[in-house]
Every structure is written in structure tokens, then in C-alpha cells.
């Protein structure tokens, strides 16, 4: 069984180091992703999206409230694929998701298959530094989808590429996604990509940062960037933000 | 799984240089075989420029030295042929085998020593600021305090012991190399540490994996300057508490009024310095830095 995330009464505050001030981001936030759900957090600059991510993959420690990751018996997996691909420049595409693999105690072969996916089996020695950056990106996919995660963050992950790169990304995550169910958090600026990845969206607003609005999206999978509902969906969310 | 390739650099059309071949998968340059006239030329004008300009150098410094030596006509300065007959007999001996031996296993552990505990000392500084703050006016009071009263308090307190030489020369290099190693901690880029975070990478990869290939060139700029330093302190305490090793060699000669005696051992010592640059640190920055080329960054 996969992992599932709850987030109960969570709260965080940031002291700003050279003047003292005092930055509420959360103030009892409550959040549950269940099993095989994927859900977008959608909202302007500065409403948390980003913290919330690195509370949840324990970059940051709320103030108060608890996160659980429940699921197996081991540590709950976490993949993040994040807005820069994060690459290590002197370890060519291999090694990089290599370092992800080894880490998790997962075979290597998982790390070629996983570069395999993502359509880069032949730039596995190529270093981060000549590949394009839609394939930068790529490699960040592979590593984070190499360790078979419980749980997959993405910090917009598509949002420094262009639209037709972004695009075919996107329907590559969706692919990934499909394989088996696993709780997911997607933040993103993009209220398309939320309708077209997410089967929840939540709209996070104000300060401290609450959640204003919530839709659910039964949109059969595989989805279509296309898709008449999806746009109109999207619609109502930018709506809601502007 | 429906996979788009369309977004995969399409490079097999690419100009390409002379003497540059596709890499294995097409993905970026590398080096050819490089067997025409054309990589002929380009290996002999590097060489031309390489080599020839410090060779002439050398080559001005020693006639120099022989026009000034003619023309002095004392004792104090030396011809190059008495210094190569000092020279020479050192050579034919087996004492500078054994005297240079000496001074190396110390400068050598001591600077080993010193190298692993700046590198762990230098990166907890670089990534804790309370710590960087709380050992910063110890490393600058270390920087600051001349080789000589370093070595000086080292014979005092530890006599012909290897201790002596050994803490003696981790005192000279460790500061320099950690100030530096906390320079190139700050340099790198915090999305990659949260990244291994993330991923939860070991300790070990990150120090072999992250932490050592962005600090590379901080700890060569740092392991030059560190070796100097120790060569430096190693001479003092060899001259003021030890019987034995290059600074003791330099100082019986000195002691002799043998100029010629004091300048082989210095020539010893510069080409010991030599072998230490180019067949270790370029050897081994060259290693480290075998990624650029082959990622032609």
C-alpha cells in the first residue's frame, strides 16, 4: 500500500534574519492526500506553495501541528522533481539519477530504466551540460520516478521551459504518474497544468495562508492538454486567483 | 508508455571543427585522434608556447647568475659549476636520498593531516555560522602568527619528536586551507545540498559526490599556497630542533660558509616544488577537472 499524507493543524512562521520580522506562512493548516491522489496547490507568489513542499519533504520543520506520511512498513520514498533540475554538472545524466538510486538501496538497473522513460537511454553518459533543458528536466524526472517513490513532490517543475517542452513534460509526468497510485503534491503557477495533472486542486490565499477553494477533477486518465472541460475548468481557477 | 523524443537535442547535422568527432551517443564534442597536419601543427605551437617560455627563463636566470658570479669573483656568489659540482656530489651520495626522504614524510604527513582536518573542519565552518564564527578568530590568529614562532614553539614543546615537525607543518596549512574551504562551502549552491537532503544521500557521497568537486579548485588555490607555507615552517624546524632533513643540511652549510653547499639544497628544494606541481596538484586538478572537457564546459 502506498503512502497517504495528512497534515493536521500545521503552522510556520519565518523571523527575517536582519530586521526581525515576523512572517506567518501557516496557521493551522490541514491537508489530506490520499491514496494515488495527486493534488495541485495553486496561488500567487508568496501564499507558501513552496514552503509547504519543503515542510513536507523535511526541509523545513513546522512551528507546530504534525505531517504524517503514513503507508509501508518502511520510511515512506520521496521523489521531488523540482523548478531547476537540480543536476550535479560533473556527473554525466546516469550518475546523476545513480546517486537517487543508490541512496533509496534500489538496484541501478532501476536508474537506467528510469532514464530509459523519459527517452534519454542514449545520453546516459552525456553531462547535464550539453543536454537542452527540456532534457535537463527530463533527467530530474527520471531521478525522481528512478527510487519508485510513495510520495512525489513537484515544485513547478515545468515552469523555466518553454510551452511545447513544458507540454510534452507534462504528458511524460502523466505516463510516469499512471504506473502505480502514490500520493502527490504538485505547486504550481499554472492553473492549466494543475487541471491537466491534479485530480484535486486547492487555491492556498492570504496571510498566513489559507485554503479558499478546492475542486475536484474526474477527468479520465490519460488526459489531453486539449481538453474542452479542463479548459473550462482551468477558467473558473483563474478566476478565483485574479 | 507513450514516450515524446521531440524535445531531444537533434545535433547529427552539426558543423563540426576539424579534428572533433561526434561523442559516443552524438551528444557533444570530443577529442579526435587527432592525426592530421593540421593537429600536428596545433601540438607543436602548444608545446612552443608551453614549454619554451619558462625554459628561457631558466636559461636568463643562470647566465645571469654566471655573468654576476664572473664578475663578483667571490666565494659568496658562486659559478654554476661549483654549485653542480655540490650539486653532483649530493647526488652521488646517498645522504640526499636520506635527508630529502626525511623532510618529505613530514611535510607529507603533516600536510595529509592537516588536508583531511581542514576539509571536515572547513565545510562544518562554510555550513554552520555559529561555528564559522566561533573558530573564525582562532584560524585568523593562526594565519597571522609568523612560520618561524610556529616552529619555534613546536621545538620548545615537543623537542626531536616526529610530533614536532608534523603539528608544526598542520599549524602552517590548515588555516589557509580551511578559510578557503569555507569560501567554497558558501559558493555552492543551496538547491543542490536541499536536493541531497531530499534524496537523503549519505554522508560520504556528499562529501565525494558534491561537496568535494565544487571545492576543487578552492582546495588547489589552497593546497599551493598550504604546501609553501609548510615548506617554509619544515625548513625552520629542522634548522632550530632537528638533526636531520633539508632545513638541517641548509644550515650545516651555512654554518661551513659553503654557498655553493647552501644553493644544491635549494636547487633540491625547487625540484622537489616542481615534481610537487606538475606531477601531483596538475595531475590531480587535471583529473578533477576531466568533466569540463568531456561535458565541453
Known sequence: MSAALEIRGMSKTFVHRQTGRREQIFDGLDLTVEHGELVAV?????????????????????????????????????????????????????????????????????????????????????YPSVLSGGQRQRVGLARAFAIDPDVMLFDEPFSALDELTARRLRLLAQDLWLERPRVGLLVTHNPLEATFLADRIIVLSGSPARIVAEHRIDAPRPRQPEDDDLFALHRTIVGQLV | MTISQSDVRQDAGRPRLPGVAAGPDGAGPSAGPGSGPFDRDRRLRWVLGAIVPPVLLVVIMLLAWQLMAARMATPLVPRLGEIAGQFGGLLHTSGLWTQVGLTLERVGIGFVIGFLISVVVGIAMGRSTLLRR????????????????????????????????????????????????????????????????????????????????????????????????????????????????????????????????????????????????????????????????????
Open chain 2, 134 to 297: 566561533f573558530l573564525e578568530p582562532l584560524m585568523l590568529l593562526l594565519l597571522v602568527i609568523p612560520g618561524l614562532v610556529k616552529a619555534l614553539l613546536c621545538v620548545i614543546w615537543f623537542g626531536v619528536s616526529l610530533i614536532n615537525p608534523v603539528l608544526c607543518v598542520v599549524l602552517a596549512v590548515a588555516p589557509v586551507l580551511i578559510m578557503n574551504i569555507v569560501q567554497g562551502v558558501r559558493s555552492v549552491d543551496d538547491q543542490l545540498v536541499e536536493m541531497a537532503d531530499v534524496y537523503r544521500l549519505p554522508g560520504r557521497v556528499r562529501l565525494f559526490k558534491l561537496w568535494l568537486p565544487v571545492l576543487a579548485p578552492y582546495l588547489f588555490a589552497a593546497a599551493r599556497l598550504g604546501i609553501s607555507r609548510a615548506w617554509q615552517v619544515i625548513v625552520l624546524v629542522e634548522i632550530f630542533g632537528l638533526a636531520s632533513g633539508i632545513g638541517y643540511q641548509l644550515n650545516l652549510d651555512f654554518s661551513n660558509n659553503n654557498v655553493a653547499g647552501v644553493l644544491a639544497w635549494t636547487i633540491t628544494f625547487a625540484l622537489i616544488m616542481t615534481i610537487v606541481e606538475y606531477g601531483v596538484f596538475q595531475t590531480l586538478e587535471r583529473l578533477s577537472g576531466r568533466w569540463r572537457k568531456e561535458a565541453g564546459a
Open chain 1, 42 to 126: 495553486v496561488g500567487a507568489s508568496g501564499t507558501g506553495k513552496t514552503t509547504l513542499l519543503h515542510l513536507i519533504a523535511g526541509l523545513e520543520s513546522p512551528d507546530s501541528g504534525t505531517i504524517e506520511l503514513g503507508g509501508p512498513d518502511r520510511t515512506p520514498r520521496l521523489g521531488m522533481v523540482f523548478q531547476q533540475p537540480r543536476l550535479f554538472d560533473w556527473l554525466p545524466a546516469l550518475q546523476n539519477v545513480e546517486l537517487a538510486t543508490d541512496a533509496a538501496g534500489i538496484g541501478r538497473p532501476a536508474a537506467r530504466d528510469a532514464l530509459e522513460a523519459v527517452g534519454l537511454a542514449k545520453y546516459a553518459r552525456s
